[in-house]
């Protein structure tokens, strides 16, 4: 099997696994907050906004570079690849998402079949304990991975 057919049948095994396993754990109890940030951040993709993008974005972000796995490290460097980073194919997965297809578990949220990926992050120095009564309000939503290059079987509705 070539790299490209071996590369498709892994994304669709693993879009098979996120889809099976979302059922059950996209009800975070940070979920509300999540669906507030990825509707503010489909709404700056929308508008192509490209320096409130780069805002809300956790360095150093995962993403692929000339076909490779790449950190993008700054919000200068993301600038400077933003049209590859956020390819059409990743456009539209995040524009036709539907609030019933952001889901969540213990790597983060992500919408659909893992475009993107994004999670909260708290601010250094705060108490980690998940049954602390502040836990899921405190932190900052952010991208920490856009899954470009991929192949997604979107067409825009």
Known sequence: MNRSLRRVAVILFLASCMNAYAQADS???DYPRALVFFH???????????????????????????????????????????????DSRVRCEVMKAADKDVWGN?????VSTGAIWFDD?????????SHAPDFWTKGTFRIMTVNNGSFYDCKAE
Request: hydrophobic letters at 35%; aromatic letters at 10%; glycine letters at 4%.
């Open 121 to 129: 992050f708290s601010p250094p120095g705060t108490n980690e304990d």
């Open 106 to 110: 213990s790597h983060g949220f992500t």
């Open 40 to 86: 503010h951040f489909r709404d700056a993709l929308r508008q192509n906004d490209r320096k409130e993008i780069a805002s809300l974005i956790e360095y150093p972000m995962l993403a692929q570079m000339h076909g490779k796995n790449a950190r993008i490290r700054n919000k200068t460097e993301l600038l400077a690849h933003f049209d590859e980073i956020f």
């Open 27 to 29: 009800q975070r109890p």
